[in-house]
Every structure is written in C-alpha cells, then in structure tokens.
C-alpha cells in the first residue's frame, strides 16, 4: 500500500511540474495542445481550423508513444512493454468523464479570464486528479493509447483504452455543447432505475438582420423506472 501511494505521488508531483514547464513553453507557439480532446473541442468552438486539429492529434498521438519510448530508453526497459494493468469497469470509466470534463472546463474558462495562469490551472487540475479519481486521471486519448505500451505503474491495458477514450470524447462533448454524456455517466443512470431519453427540439432563433431561423438543440431526459435501487 505504501509503495503505491508513493508512485502516484511522485507520477502527480512529476506530470504537474512538466505540464506547467510544457505549456509555458509551448503556448506561445502552438497553444500548447498536448490533448485531442482539448484540440477537437476548440475546433468545434472555431478557435482552432479543423486542418490544425487533425495534425495536432496525429502529432499528439506520436508524441505520446515517443515519450513511452523515450523513459524506457532511460530506464533500461524495453521499448515497448504492453501493459498488463487492468483498468476496467465503470468506476474506471466514470472517473475519466469526470477528469476529462473538469480539465477541458478548466482550460476553457481560465484562457477566457486569465489566460496567463492557463498553465498553473492545468497543472493544479491535474495533480489533485491524479487523486480523487480512482483512474490517476489519465484525461487525454493520446496518452491512454500510449500508456497500454508500458507495462509499468502508469501503464493500462490494451483492452481498456476503448473504456478511457470512450469516456474522454464523451465528456468534451458534454463540456462543448452539453447535448452528449459519456457512456459511463449513462450507464451509472441506467443502473440506478432511470430511463435516458435522448431529444431533439427546434427553437426559433431572431437574426440581427431581421429575419428569423430555427436552430435545433439536443439534450436528455432521465426517466424514473419503477423503484430505485438506492
């Protein structure tokens, strides 16, 4: 248990640090874009073109797998160790959501507001994820891909990766447009007797030329079945 405790402690201490040094660095050039899913949500919202955001998650995925590459090199390992850490189930998957959701949320708010404590924002975000959720926060596609390659603390198994980056797309759906919940917050609301309901609807819209337009808004409705498991 204690030896445990220690690995998530210096993989936190060491992924914040590194976060506040990357984007320092980084944005001034790039924006700093280590995550597909930040990539994908700010082209969405037209702050990046989409052309950008496909190479950036390309760029992001190979990025990730050279990093795993790149410390075994450093420590004598293998190059490529597929990992055996299981990391299944919906607790694993729930927890992603939330990680991913609340970074992504993080980013968007404080770039609006003071975009020069972006960095100490992520990097605080993520160090205290690491510990309350019961997935060490993984939050990025990019990275789960690249850590079923390492059979070590910090690895996950092939296996799971679909679980994780499920659950990361999901939730930068829901922090872009609310009109989408990652599968594991739906299967937690099944579980506990509601039934989900997905809508549609069409609200009229008035243009600042005068004329009018709908615009169709998408969103969910939780239906109490029976009685509840509570």
């Known amino acids: 248990g204690g030896n445990v405790a220690v690995a998530l402690l210096a ?8 976060l506040v040094a990357l984007i320092l660095t980084f944005g001034p050039l790039s924006g700093a874009h280590f995550n597909p899913v930040v990539s994908i949500v700010a082209a969405s919202r037209r702050a990046l073109p989409w052309r ?4 950036y998650v390309a760029a992001q995925i190979a990025g990730a797998f050279i990093g795993v590459v790149c410390a075994h090199a450093m420590f004598r390992e293998s190059l490529v160790s597929w990992s055996q850490h299981e990391r299944s189930g919906m607790a694993q998957g729930l927890s992603e959501a939330v990680a991913t959701f609340g970074l992504v949320l993080v980013i968007l708010v404080v770039a609006k507001r003071r975009a020069d404590a972006v960095p100490w924002a992520v990097a605080a975000y993520i160090t205290s994820a690491y510990w309350f959720t019961s997935s060490t926060s993984f939050a990025n ?23 994780y980056d499920a659950n990361h797309v999901g939730a930068g759906a829901l922090v872009h447009d609310g ?3 990652p599968p594991a917050v739906l299967d937690a609301l099944r579980q506990r007797g509601f039934r989900v309901q997905r809508y ?6 008035e243009l600042e030329n005068g004329r009018r337009a709908v615009v169709p808004v998408e969103g969910y409705q939780f239906v109490p079945v029976g009685n509840r498991p509570y």
């Open 200 to 205: 549609q609807q069409f609200l009229p819209l």
């Open 179 to 181: 009109s989408m919940l």
């Open 11 to 18: 993989n936190a201490v060491a992924t914040g640090a590194a």
């Open 141 to 163: 596609p990019a990275v789960t891909l690249a850590r079923a390659a390492t059979n070590t603390f910090a690895g996950i198994r092939p296996v799971d990766v679909p679980l």
């Open 52 to 55: 950008d955001a496909g190479a």
